[in-house]
Nanobody, 123 residues
């Protein structure tokens, strides 16, 4: 139904920056709430950030607040996550997620998921 494909992951040094992208297709992008989650090896998937349909509202996990910025371009069906001042604990597989009816921090609220893009932070 809705397909999400992440890109932009890679290796970055601690303190550096990286921009993740998520391309959406198969639905009306502008009608969906979007979010980023991440999962490190051996850990549960955790919420990172969310953005409302029009991009006017955002939510951030405390761990990334002030360092990460979520944004979207509805004209291009794209979701972004700008990550600055990266820390080793930011290393994880990052997933984008979408929902037509939920806007918040809960993983269970999102019913469309990408396959993830890996971020490695070296120190």
């Amino acid at each position: 139904q809705v397909q999400l494909v992440e890109s932009g992951g890679g290796l970055v040094q601690a303190g550096g920056s990286l921009r993740l992208s998520c391309a959406a297709s198969g639905g009306t992008f502008s009608s969906t709430m979007m979010a980023w989650f991440r999962q490190a090896p051996g850990k549960e998937r955790e919420f990172v950030a969310a953005i409302s349909r029009g991009g006017g509202s955002t939510i951030y996990a405390d761990s990334v607040l002030g360092r990460f910025t979520i944004s979207r371009d509805n004209a291009k069906n794209m979701l972004y996550l700008q990550m600055n001042r990266l820390k080793p604990e930011d290393a994880a597989v990052y997933f984008c997620a979408a929902s037509g009816s939920y806007y918040g921090r809960l993983e269970s609220g999102y019913n469309y998921w990408g396959q993830g893009t890996q971020v490695i932070v070296s120190s």
